[in-house]
């Protein structure tokens, strides 16, 4: 409400100057001068190399348009989160009111993303996800200003139950960090594989960014389950990765997993990675030319193998520059550039996806398998995938 009333008079007020001429200048100034796109993302801890595989993806979706947003240039900024939720604010505000940027891009953490969403709702900024899950955003947070290339935490976990039943595994363990992704990764999973009939016999967690998971590997030894599934992420998904196989846990209970726990990781986490199966909306072998020319550019371009934040980070390049082309660099025309926003199909390596009516991705969710250092795709576990946006109401009748 605050958001939309703020956004409205600001177009108002510059409608009426604009009528009385006052304006004019400063508008043919702002037009031609250069579009202010801000990174706020993490460049240190654990999820600093999601930080980076984002903005290069962003860049590089946007220098193959062109390197211009609506013939406009580009001003670039960037700030590291250090996925710390209690400076969110601080440092949204900091891209906002300091560097004056038009879109802020951000961020990976679900906490931090809190922090944005409170500016963005505050000031009508721009926000474009290129990963933070938080159900919030999408849901009773949601805001006109506020649109997510990525995933709600909870879509890649509701594509996880049914597969692992298939399976005749009945019952697992949960294993997660404890803060918003973890939780509602575990709510997915929760609904999908109660619901397939199978049993979750012990949750367990620790706090963000803790990465001493010896005690709890000792714990999944003595509760001998079919299956251990479980929401990691970043560098500290490689060390879970290999910790669980020198537990001697491996080749015992298969492991499961929202797909952040395999990606950007494989090199790091090395054999022990090999056979574990995750749901997620991306896989490295997707055999479509849109994938094979994305996966050649980004290794050619960034001497790296892309994985899902890459991706994240080009549709978030391409829906920028696709809704700044669609109002011809005009930033400043709301209406009109939320409304392309939200009717872009966007060609995704992972596949075409188009926006939910609470700004978040219609997707389908992959089954993949870890095969030779990479996440083969085994099938697809759930077509389009909507996530409920509850308690948004933004594009209700
Ligand atoms: C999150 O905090 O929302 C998140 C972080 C890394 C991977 C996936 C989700």
Redesign the pocket.
């Given at each position: 409400m605050t958001t939309r009333r703020l956004v409205l008079s600001r177009g108002a007020a510059i409608v009426g100057a604009a009528s009385t001429g006052l304006l004019l200048p400063g508008i043919v100034r702002a037009q031609s001068s250069r579009i202010r796109v801000g990174f706020m993302l993490p460049y240190t801890g654990t999820?600093s190399q999601?930080g980076v595989a984002i903005e290069n993806g962003v860049r590089m979706a946007i220098a193959e348009q062109g390197g211009k947003l609506g013939g406009r240039e580009i001003e670039w900024f960037k700030l590291d989160d250090e996925s710390e939720p209690s400076k969110g604010v601080e440092n949204a505000n900091r891209l906002v009111q300091r560097d004056k940027v038009d879109v802020l891009i951000g961020t990976?953490?679900?906490?931090v993303?809190m922090g944005i969403q409170r500016v963005a709702r505050e000031t009508g900024v721009l926000n474009l996800i290129p990963?933070?899950?938080?159900h919030a955003a999408t849901r009773a947070l949601c805001a006109p200003n506020v649109f997510r290339t990525s995933f709600t935490?909870s879509q890649p976990t509701l594509a996880l139950g049914k597969p692992m039943m298939d399976r005749g595994l009945k019952k697992t363990v949960w294993i997660t960090w404890k803060?918003?992704?973890g939780d509602e990764a575990f709510e997915g999973f929760r609904d999908s594989y109660t619901k397939a009939g199978g049993t979750i016999v012990k949750e367990l967690g620790l706090p963000f960014p803790n990465v001493e998971f010896q005690a709890l590997l000792t714990e999944i030894a003595s509760l001998r389950p079919d299956a251990v599934a479980c929401f990691f992420?970043?560098g500290a998904a490689a060390k879970f990765i290999r910790d669980y196989a020198a537990a001697g846990l491996k080749d015992k209970i298969p492991l499961w997993g929202s797909g952040?726990l395999t990606e950007g990781v494989l090199e790091a986490a090395g054999p022990a990675a090999e056979g574990i199966m995750t749901t997620m909306h991306y896989a490295d072998s997707l055999d479509t030319p849109r994938n094979h020319q994305f996966r050649t550019a980004y290794a050619t371009q960034f001497k790296m193998q892309p994985d899902v934040y890459a991706v994240q980070g080009y549709d978030t390049g391409l829906l920028l520059a696709q809704g700044a082309a669609a109002v011809k660099g005009d930033m400043g025309n709301k209406q009109a550039l939320y409304h392309a926003l939200e009717t872009q199909t966007i060609d995704s390596p992972r596949g075409k996806w188009s926006m939910s009516k609470a700004h978040n991705p219609i997707q389908d969710i992959y089954l993949r398998r870890v095969e030779n250092k990479d996440n083969k795709v085994i099938g697809i576990a759930a077509k389009a995938l909507s996530d409920s946006g509850a308690g948004c109401k933004l594009g209700a009748a």
């Open positions: 999820y999601l990976v953490h679900s906490g993303q990963n933070a899950g938080a935490n803060y918003a992704a992420a970043g952040f």
